[in-house]
């Protein structure tokens, strides 16, 4: 690379001692930095900013600038933007980070270095020419509610999409829910839509029962392979007659159904499942286990059962790649002044939806998990294991007041007899018509709320004690329940740490969320072009939210595809 | 103190006779406490006017009917205009004056013999029949 030059953007946003601070530090930069132009400006973002940039690119015949300013992650794609569009793609941009305040000399140093660095990269840095046109497939991981709008959206508008998912049919988590608030839809009949479209979409493939093993590559050109499980049943042979689990006489605590029912060894995750292709669980397969049983080799009509199917790898190419891996919930097991999840009668949020499904292991009813009686006093305990820093999560899980209120009001109207009661900090209720949603539940239901949090809680006979406090009225409060129903944090679902690893460029915060490039300019790019994602993997949200971020993660794949369609166009050079 | 709260305490007889007799659902309740930040008389109350709709709720009875609460309201409806749910809490306080009035044994809270010529020269006779409603059983 040839001439290389540093900018400094010193606005008032570094503090008081703009001056003095620009002078030591150029001081440093000058003995210490190998650089062909240095300089310093009020502020590069504005529109003088880089009309100062591009003349002095063009007039100091620079190929590469760093540019230093207290907003890189928002600041450095605009400029980078716009030099690439001035330039015709011939000049490479680095933004760094200068530290707002006054900085110790520590920090300058490291200021220092972190120039250096970039500075390196630049030289090092390829041209900037794409070797051609992106593959224009996208691939989406997780067909939850997040990764089936980014696929549809993706399908409609003519890319060929792959939805992987790890589980043997796509839904995710909205498939477990009963009805969502505040509309008090019915989950299946929002979701079972937008699975079937899915399914039938003819240009949406899915992979599902895969999961990622290896991902190389770059915006474009991203070589994925992705692992087969073996479901020990030939999707192929298969028609989904459900005869096989019908038959099975394997019956232990389904995962599905949060183990408030019990599933067959062979199964589908429901009815309505797409593909509606069962799998063997080999953990608890009788023939798989004990070597004894094969009931569903027998009844199968077209002898579909394969119980040597291996694994299989198989290798996309595709352009871009939306990640929507979702959420788990904090484990129970892991609260001890909850009963550590010893206690059959206290279920999370997600158990407690299957009791109020139709699909659900009671039909809809509500009966405790230990000895299947309606519960007449339930308590519902918010924030469990949620803002929470010194033990559990710090953050808000931003669902649970919206389902704990629902959860409630369904309980009402199920029981109508008995009485709910919430243990809340804060009622969070910020979306379209939330708080009154809340307010209709504590107005016309009657759920009790106690503002409060429970410090244990215990089985007392057949029932279980509940110690809490009500602040309003500053006493202590003892509840004798038949049931509690703890809001336990949301977390990122399983293995999204290891899938992080998998992807170039890709970062997540202390708690295993993705990390965005940006907080709020960027919220579903990844620090990766060509990765992007949505949903719950990103951070705690509800289904609307969810949504939103499906379609504009897809969106941004498609301006991706748009962008590098025309290599010559400059503007494709600066995309993110 | 430790409560226990069950189906029993949790809109209790009194809870529902309050409700009925003010026509206020007291589970629309805030718990904001824009009614006892407002009122002018709440200096000298036991407890505060949303503390008496908790209470209330809840099961406290005892508490509420022995609080002075009701008996200090001078049912200047600040409370109520000022309500953000439209609750008419001046009614509550009524219905809660009301509930402890028509109890079998007389529980006037002022005595008519021991009012002053001076007062009774003073006092317009409006304020007599009014307080004799409010106050005596």
New interface residues.
Partial sequence: MGRVGVVFCLCERLGDSVDKKAEGIQETIEKEVDFNWLATHPGVCTKWGIDFLIKAVREQKLEGVVIACVAPKSVGPTLKKAIVRETNGTVLTRCIGLPVGNPEPSTQSETVETLKRSLDELRNEKSPQRAGPSIERAMVVGGGIAGMTAAIDLGNGGYETILVDRLPSIGGRMLQLSETFPTLDCAQCTLTPKTVETGQHPKIQLRTYCEVEKVEGKAGHFTVTLRRKAAYVDWEKCTGCGLCQEKCPQKTPSVFDRGVGLGKAIYTLSPQAVPNKPVINPETCRYLQEGKCRVCEKVCPVDAIDYEQKETFIREEVGAIVVATGFDLYPLSQIGEYGSGSIPDVVDGLAFERLLSASGPTTGEIRRPSDGRVPKEVVFIQCTASRDPDRYMPYCSRVCCMYTAKHAKLYKHKVPDGRAYVFYMDIRSTGKGYEEFIQQGMEEEGTCYLRGRVSRLFQDGEQIMVWGVDTLTAKRVEIAADMVVLATAIIPSEGAGILAQKLPGVETDVHGFFTEAHWKLYPVDTGTDGIYFAGCDQGAKDIADTVAQGSAAASKVQALFAQYRNETSPEAQGQR | ???????KS??NEIARTVEWVSGQ?L??CY?CGNCTAGCPVSFAMDLGPH?VI??T??G?VSEVLASNTPWICASCLQCTSRCP?GLDIARIMEALRTVVLRKKERLDHISIVDLTDDLIDRTPQIAFISGFRKFLS
């Fill in positions: 103190m430790k409560i226990e709260i069950s189906e949790v809109r659902n589970f629309a718990q503390q908790r209470y709720l809840l406290l749910k």
